[in-house]
């Protein structure tokens, strides 16, 4: 039997699917983690809950959104809110997973959407924060989706927009941070966690085609590559059928 082909994108659909368990409320964003949440949500999560920044919240779309506040995203909601009471909610406690990403991640998974150099005469200013730093900050887990390059990989931040360990060890919590901080980051060469002791960034699996050896060669600090990583398990048939027939037929995120 000859192996199914998929594309890059496809694959990084499919392992942001995998990563939503059935019950869990979700900050969904717009790309690729809107796509993998609609995906898991058709696949093993019926009961995922889909969260949209933009005020809605468990909307059923009949077609894909193609940003968080297109009106599809209120087709169907369970209830539409303002973009105010929706991050309420991230508040008291009801979001369990958020998507973010980035221009940078760092070691201990802080992340930059703020400028590039320093912070008074930098480089390239960026759009800041928007809701991440309340996501990051307050839900049960985060998962950063982002480009695998060692500018974007520094071993610290240019600037912490949204906080993840901060400095290591305990500082979420002397900062007041309530979430359980970043739990997975989705790059296209492989899936990365983060160390129980040190909260430094480790290698999970590595994507097809790829070795560890290159993802550390991408990343701009020494990770920690454990010995029992393995390969990124490759979408299935029916990942794929479901992808592409009922969530992103139109290949508006996906191709």
Known sequence: MSEIEYTPRELLACVAARMIQDGESVFVGTGLPLVGALLAQKLHAPNMMAIYESGTIDPKPAQLPWSVSDPWTCHKAAIILSMTS?????????ADVGFLGGAQIDMYGNINATCIGPYDKPMVRLTGSGGANDIASLCRKVIFMGLHLPQRFPER???ITTPGFLGGPGEREKAGLVGG???RVLSHL?????DEETCRMKLISYHPGVTPEVIQEFTGFEMIIPDDVVETPKPTAEELRILREEVDPNKLFVF
């Open 86 to 94: 929706v991050f309420g909610h991230s508040r008291a406690g009801y």
């Open 157 to 159: 931040c240019d600037y």
């Open 181 to 183: 901080g970043p739990w």
């Open 190 to 194: 492989g899936v990365m966690g983060f």
